[in-house]
């Protein structure tokens, strides 16, 4: 437990999110000071530690080193998907608190074993679901719980980009695939917004002939059955425009949020109800700053964080049966799962844009 009002991080991965987003959102959270790096770039090291004044800078080998030099009190992980569980076990054999971005891991197993590890050490784990903090998302499910579309029925949503050749989300050995990068967006919307777990999914991949995606998939499809006898769908995709929006309709009306998903700029509401039609327009923000601010006063005052270890193995045991599903070409049916607490409008945290910097050896993923 750090001895002041504020937490100290070291960032594991500089690749693109942590640049573009991660490192400049540390100057609009006062309770969290970027203390330390993790990187094998020599580069990157030596200007994002002068652009950004941090003094301590570690290779991937010197990890153990940084997390016992007793200068940093939490990481935030920005690795690819597969290096997510190592990593945050060891930090919390060190004592030190979890940050990691989303999905939480690639295997069930190894999202229970990141839930072990940091309960047994008794540090914090939380994972970087942004949208758990930003406005839209919220007043969203407040619009959805306040009766105003009637009982709700179905969700849809689409979420698409363009992804390089090579880029890590199309690398299987490193967890890439549509539904563990973009479609989890989708089903965690889904699952926030009916404030429920799927009972039984079905899912259809393809990946055509772009070589791009021989290793995995281009696109999946899926379908949810929730409780209460509503459904869920969603279509991702790596080889189609950039998309981003969902719909949640009930018995009343509909909410369509367009864009849904995005960190950068504005995000839109068209709300329905018998026929008359209200759009808000959400101004941008910074998504990531309120993630490190919610998660400091968490390690400060000793509160468990929403959204904790249990939301991230809830995503991925989704991830993972529609995955199944889309193989065998049968639905999967989902064992019982208890999630008690499900983001609110309490949640909500504001801050200003960040400019985009100027990026150390790395490029944006989508073309």
Same mark, same amino acid.
């Given at each position: 437990? $750090?001895?002041?009002? %504020? #937490?100290?991080?070291?960032?594991? *991965? /500089? ?7 991660? /490192? ?8 969290? &000071? ?63 608190? %979890? ?10 197993? !190894? ?13 914090? /784990? ?7 903090? !930003? ?9 959805? =719980? ?24 199309? =690398? ?10 973009? *479609? ?70 509909? /909410? ?21 039609? &209200? ?23 000793? %509160? !468990? $964080? ?9 995503? %991925? ?11 065998? *070409? ?5 064992? $019982? ?9 309490? =949640? !909500? ?7 985009? $910097?100027?990026?150390?050896? #790395? ?5």
């Amino acid at each position: 437990m $750090p001895k002041s009002q %504020v #937490v100290r991080y070291a960032l594991v *991965g /500089l690749g693109h999110i942590a640049q573009v987003a991660v /490192l400049p959102a540390f100057a609009h959270a006062r309770n969290a &000071r970027l203390a330390a790096m993790v990187s094998d770039d020599p580069a990157k090291h030596r200007k994002l530690s002068k652009k950004y004044n941090v003094g301590l800078a570690y290779s991937y080998e010197q990890y153990e080193d940084c997390l016992n030099s007793g200068k940093v009190d939490a990481v935030y992980i920005a690795l690819p998907n597969n290096m997510h569980c190592d990593f945050t076990v060891r930090a919390a054999r060190a004592g030190i608190h %979890v940050l990691c971005e989303k999905p939480m891991a690639v295997t069930e197993d !190894e999202c229970e074993q990141m839930i072990r590890a940091t309960a047994k050490a008794r540090v914090k /784990l939380m994972i970087a679901y942004r949208l758990h903090f !930003e406005k839209a998302n919220l007043e969203a499910v407040k619009i959805v =719980q306040s009766g105003k579309l009637g009982a709700p029925r179905f969700f849809s949503s689409l979420f698409a980009m363009q992804v390089k050749e090579g880029n890590i989300r199309v =690398q299987r050995e490193l967890g890439g695939g549509t539904l563990y990068d973009i *479609g989890v967006y989708c089903i965690n919307a889904a699952r926030y917004l009916f404030r429920a777990e799927p009972e039984e999914v079905f899912a259809y991949s393809v990946s055509g002939k772009d070589k791009r995606f021989k290793e995995v998939d281009e696109m999946t499809a899926a379908t949810l059955r929730f409780p209460q006898e509503r459904l869920a769908s969603f279509t991702c995709s790596f080889g189609a425009a950039d998309l981003s929006d969902y719909k949640v309709v009930g018995t009343r009306g509909e /909410l369509r949020v367009e864009p849904a998903y995005e960190y950068v700029g504005e995000l839109k509401h068209r709300l329905t109800v018998k026929g008359k039609t &209200r759009e808000r327009t959400f101004p941008a923000g910074d998504q990531f700053a309120p993630e490190l601010i919610y998660f400091s006063n968490c390690i400060l005052n000793d %509160v !468990e $964080p929403e959204p904790s270890g249990v939301e991230g193995l809830a995503d %991925v045991r989704i991830i993972r049966a529609l995955y199944h599903s889309a193989e065998t *070409g049968q639905p999967v049916r989902l064992e $019982p799962f208890t999630k008690r607490r499900r983001p609110g409008t309490s =949640q !909500e945290i504001r801050r200003p844009p960040v400019k985009k $910097p100027e990026l150390v050896n #790395v490029q944006s993923a989508s073309k």
